[in-house]
């Protein structure tokens, strides 16, 4: 027995940028995850393949993520940013240099900035997206896309016109940057709900992936467990997450991040030295932040942590990877005489936690897929399009509603306790915005622009980062001054539409600020559309 492995990494931030400041805190999301996660995983990739290793992978990046990989002054920024921590890196070397331990982990940062740096510059000319889809055209990745905001579809799931707003817009940005137009579509927090199969196969879409309760809810019987594949009445197929394999890497308390030996990604120096001296590395007035500097190891649920040591966790990253392949092949035994074909194993992860969050991520991703490639390892990697193209007889199953958030269904994205008052407005906002499609379909030059605006501001609203930040209290100031402002923005032009007038100042500004999707036409937006599709569910899948 053969066992089928399927990574599907989902790279994903929202859309953050602030022409109107030099500098803004959150645009370090996007810093920081180039510079910790997508140049690594990137130059990983590439190491792979030019030591002609054979892997295979899903790998789904958002519209807005892509956006920003093509924005100009993001990408200033973002040299900008590579500079200082460069910078910073010969700072602590001259620290250090009474202290050989961390004088070491310096050193090893500061190649590190310098690699990516090269990476970025010479080998991708600046342009991370073009890489990802020389691996792609290579036949290393499989592209796929996502929401065009990441919104999590089932809190409209009686809006039908809104839910094909985020996966149309996802789609059409995915194929005008990349070679290939995506089969795959990634479900934000693998947000499912019955129906939701019909609006991605108008849109060509073949296979998404779900969590593995959508299966075992299910009225028909899974008769594969979330071993393999099923199809969707309507052809689509989905591929259930294995929640075993996947908390071998992704359980806070139990998953490899939290090995003793890794490093602790929460001490970091920009919270640790005097303010006098990482003040020019942090945010005014006197705003400590993540440098990317930290020296410290796991060691445990305790405030005295022992000096990181980058070889005895990257020994540690190969001996995990050996134990999750090891775990793998378990379950193949285990399934032995039970199954009357090779099993799937479909695992699925945030790009993001491969050297942002956990920093020997990315080592392990390495050598997960340099000892799968091994003959006698019995296992090969294959993306979900590799498998269905092999025409292996799959079953034909609805699945139930679920996602892979906390309680396995929509409590984090409906929390009454944080953000369930934003929902409604959310909600009624994307009624106003088909209203003002269905009142002023076809416009031309300015009003056409002022409703591509709305647009943009209806999409952007609907981003489910906000109602994360707001659940997990991590910048939830933030997060409810970016609702309630789409708001305003989309009722801006609700209003002057109304009185047949067109706020160009705004516009103008409007344009320049939140200037994502460039090529949008505001009728996606247009019930018209979508005549043949209308909710016919009898559960409040919110709930």
Same mark, same amino acid.
């Given at each position: 027995m053969k066992n089928?492995l &399927?990574?599907?990494?989902n790279?994903?931030l929202?859309f953050v940028r ?16 180039v510079?910790?996660s997508?140049?690594?995983?990137l130059?990983?990739?590439?190491k792979? %393949?030019?030591?002609?290793v054979? +892997? ?9 993520l892509c956006?920003?990989l093509r924005?100009?002054l ?7 940013y590579?500079?200082s921590?460069?910078?910073l890196g010969?700072k602590?070397i001259?620290?250090?240099?009474s202290?050989? /331990?961390m004088?070491?982990i310096?050193? =090893? ?5 310098n690699?990516n &740096?090269?990476f970025?510059n010479?080998? &991708?000319k600046?342009d991370i997206?073009s890489a +990802?889809?020389k ?6 990745l ?9 919104a999590y579809?089932p809190?409209?799931?009686?809006n039908?016109?809104a839910?094909?707003a985020?996966i ?6 995915h194929?005008?940057? +990349?070679?290939h137009s ?7 927090a693998n947000?499912?709900?019955p129906?939701?199969?019909d609006l991605l196969?108008?849109h060509n879409?073949k296979w ?8 075992f809810l ?6 594969m467990g ?5 199809r969707c009445?309507?052809g ?5 997450r294995?929640?075993?394999?996947t908390?071998?890497?992704w359980s806070?308390?139990e998953?490899?991040p939290?090995?003793? &030996?890794?490093?602790e990604?929460? %001490?970091?120096i920009g919270y ?6 990482i %003040?020019?590395y942090?945010h005014?007035?006197d705003v400590?932040?993540?440098?990317g500097f930290k020296?410290?190891a796991?060691?445990g649920?305790t405030?005295d942590? /022992?000096i990181?040591?980058p /070889?005895?966790?990257k020994?540690?990253a190969?001996?995990?990877? %050996?134990?999750?392949l ?7 035994r285990n399934?032995e005489g039970?199954l009357?074909q090779d099993?799937v194993?479909?695992v !699925?992860f945030?790009a993001?936690l491969f050297g @942002?969050f956990w920093?020997?991520?990315?080592s392990?991703?390495e050598y997960v897929?340099?000892y799968a490639?091994?003959?006698e390892?019995?296992?090969r990697?294959i ?6 193209a092999e025409?292996?007889?799959v /079953?034909?199953?609805r699945?139930a509603?679920?996602s ?6 929509s409590?984090a994205?409906?929390d ?5 008052e934003y929902?409604?407005?959310?909600? *009624?906002a994307m ?6 499609v269905?009142r002023?379909?076809?416009q031309k030059s300015?009003?056409?622009r002022?409703?591509?605006q709305?647009?943009?501001e209806?999409?952007?609203? =609907?981003?489910?980062?906000?109602l994360?930040l707001m @659940? ?9 001054n970016?609702i *309630?402002?789409h708001?305003q923005?989309?009722y801006l032009?609700?209003?002057n539409?109304?009185?047949?007038a ?9 344009e ?5 999707f460039p090529?949008?036409?505001y009728n ?9 599709? !209308?909710?016919v569910y009898?559960?409040d899948y919110?709930k």
């Open positions: 089928n &399927c990574f599907t990494l790279a994903h929202p602030h022409p109107e400041y030099p500098k803004f805190l959150e645009e370090d999301w996007f810093f920081e995850a510079n910790e997508y140049l690594p995983l130059r990983m990739f590439y792979l %393949r030019d030591e002609k054979d +892997f295979h992978l899903a790998f789904s990046i958002s519209p807005t956006s920003m924005d100009k993001l990408l200033e920024r973002l040299q900008a590579l500079e921590r460069l910078e010969e602590e001259n620290r250090l240099r202290n050989p /331990q004088l070491s310096a050193k =090893m940062y500061v190649d590190n900035i690699k &740096c090269y970025l010479e080998t &991708c600046g997206l +990802f889809n691996l792609c055209d290579e036949g290393y499989e592209l796929i896309t996502t929401a065009a905001t990441h579809l809190i409209y799931k009686d039908p016109v839910v094909n985020q149309e817009t996802g789609v059409m940005q194929s005008r940057i +990349f070679t995506p089969d795959g579509f990634w479900l934000p947000g499912y709900y129906g939701l199969e196969k108008r879409i998404t992936a779900l969590a593995s309760h959508s299966f299910s009225e028909d019987e899974p008769k979330n071993y393999a594949p099923v009445p309507n689509v197929y989905c591929f259930a294995d929640y075993y394999l908390s071998l890497v806070a308390k998953g490899y939290s090995d003793p &030996c890794y490093r990604f929460y %001490r970091d640790d030295l005097p303010i006098d001296y %003040r020019p942090i005014e007035p400590r932040v993540f440098t020296y410290w796991v060691t649920m405030a942590k /022992q990181y040591n /070889q005895a966790a020994f540690k190969s001996e995990h990877a %050996r134990n999750f090891y775990n793998v092949r378990s379950c193949g399934l039970l009357n099993p194993y479909t !699925s945030d993001e @942002h920093y020997e991520g990315v392990w991703l897929i340099r490639s091994e003959k390892s019995n296992i990697l993306t979900p399009s590799m498998y269905i025409g292996h007889k /079953q034909t199953l699945p509603f679920s892979w958030g906390d309680g396995g269904f409590q994205l409906v009454n306790s944080t953000n369930a929902v409604p407005h959310v909600l *009624e009624t106003r915005m088909t209203d003002l269905k002023y379909p076809d300015l009003k056409q002022f409703l591509n709305a647009a943009r209806a999409l952007l609203l =609907m981003a489910s980062d906000w994360l @659940h997990n209290r991590s910048n939830g100031s933030y997060a409810k970016r *309630e402002g708001l923005n989309l032009v609700y209003e539409m109304f009185r047949n067109v706020n160009t100042e705004w516009l103008v500004k409007a320049e600020r939140n200037n994502i090529d949008i036409d996606i937006f247009n019930p018209d559309h979508l005549k043949d599709v !209308s909710p009898t559960t919110t």
